[in-house]
Nanobody, 119 residues
Framework: QVQLVESGGGLVQPGGSLRLSCAAS????????MAWYRQVPGLQRELVAS???????NHADSVKGRFTISRDNDENTVYLQMNSLKPEDTAVYYC?????????????WGQGTQVTVSS
């Protein structure tokens, strides 16, 4: 029943910026953690950043200082601000959410949004 709707992907030049959005169909307060993953064809899906329901955030070493995950509980949306983009950031980016045990402990994925960094 839960839907995660992603937006904000596109084509940008190296050094540019993008902001990805992940809008949930209901309150994100019911999720223990939400996260952004990315995947390049032929490679394993990689965790980019995560944020707990209390606002504690973690970022992969490859994106620290460039990417920032945040959330807006009133808008039921999680964001990924991406600055100083590099060609190696090119991937399909996926939103992820895990529901609290009091609900179901289920996990959910967005459909993915393409980010391409190229001149």
């Amino acid at each position: 029943q839960v839907q995660l709707v992603e937006s904000g992907g596109g084509l940008v030049q190296p050094g540019g910026s993008l902001r990805l959005s992940c809008a949930a169909s209901g309150s994100i307060a019911r999720f223990t953690v939400m996260a952004w993953y990315r995947q390049v064809p032929g490679l394993q899906r990689e965790l980019v950043a995560s944020i707990t329901r209390y606002g504690m955030a973690n970022h992969a070493d490859s994106v620290k200082g460039r990417f920032t995950i945040s959330r807006d509980n009133d808008e039921n949306t999680v964001y990924l601000q991406m600055n100083s983009l590099k060609p190696e950031d090119t991937a399909v980016y996926y939103c992820y959410a895990r529901e609290m045990p009091v609900f179901s402990s289920n996990v959910y994925w967005g459909q993915g949004t393409q980010v391409t960094v190229s001149s």
